[in-house]
């Protein structure tokens, strides 16, 4: 009797160019057909032009900018935060393990922190201006406190999460409580973890937004301001633009990291890069 034969399916190996040429026609569709809908629609008077300028006269915009010093308000912004990212990730990372491993310091840290997670942005504004002036330290401390929360929930998220059975493996191998954090939870919990890391520098970015209201004179966040109050919607579009292209740019550079970091995972993610 023949035997059947099997056919596997198995995914072709693409090449970088092979998925650059296939992702960039889906990725820039829709920013490019909404430039050209917001182009034609003021061009062609149903929009009004002071209201929504077109994208040639935000990029006139951005033109004016770069030799106006944009990249002093470029930099301040991104040294905030950096500053604030760097901070506030700085400080979940220990408490969130200390939560997520302990039930005592949860029942003590956790239903404040959660209380504290729920307080719009804008609400720390005259709080941290009233303690610490309108130097760099509220922005800074403001930046801090949104990359807390998401880093935190991710730490805590990811070491509950790890499967019990690895932990009692460990255990039969009488690992010590260090090795058994390095050697289970923290591999274990590290996709949890970087997806919180990259939470929280989202977060960093529009919490920046907030942090320049107070009374800053460099940054995109006061180009915003700057531009609401003498009617130039076109700068107002460029400083989001920028906001949207540092964003994008600082998420990649996570997102890198975390595909380098979690290099080892066999998960579908993984497989349809291949």
Known sequence: ??????????????????????????????????????????????????????????????????????????????LRVAAGFAIGALLALPLGAAVALHRGVERLLDPSFQALRAIPSLAWVPLLLLWFGIDETPKVILIAIGAFFPVYMG???????????LIEVGLLYRLSPLALARRVLLPAAMPSVLTGLRNGLSLAWMFMVAAE??????????????????????????AIVLLA???????????AVERRSLAWRDSLAERDKR
Request: glycine share 12%; hydrophobic share 50%.
């Open 1 to 78: 009797m023949e035997r059947p034969t099997i056919v596997l399916d198995v995914p072709h190996r693409s090449t970088p160019v092979r998925r650059l040429s296939a992702a960039l026609p889906l990725g820039l569709l829709v920013p490019v057909l909404a430039l050209l809908g917001a182009e034609l629609g003021v061009r062609a008077g149903l929009v009004p032009a002071n209201l929504l300028p077109p994208p040639s006269a935000v990029l006139e915009a951005l033109s004016w900018l770069f030799d106006n010093g944009l990249w002093t308000h470029v930099g301040a912004s991104a």
């Open 155 to 165: 730490v805590v998220a990811g070491i509950r999460g790890v499967d019990r059975s």
């Open 213 to 238: 209201l107070i009374a800053a004179s460099r940054g995109l966040g006061y180009l915003l301001t700057d531009g609401r109050e003498t009617g130039r919607a076109d700068i107002m579009l460029a």
């Open 245 to 255: 292209l540092l964003g994008k740019l600082s998420d990649g550079a996570m997102q």
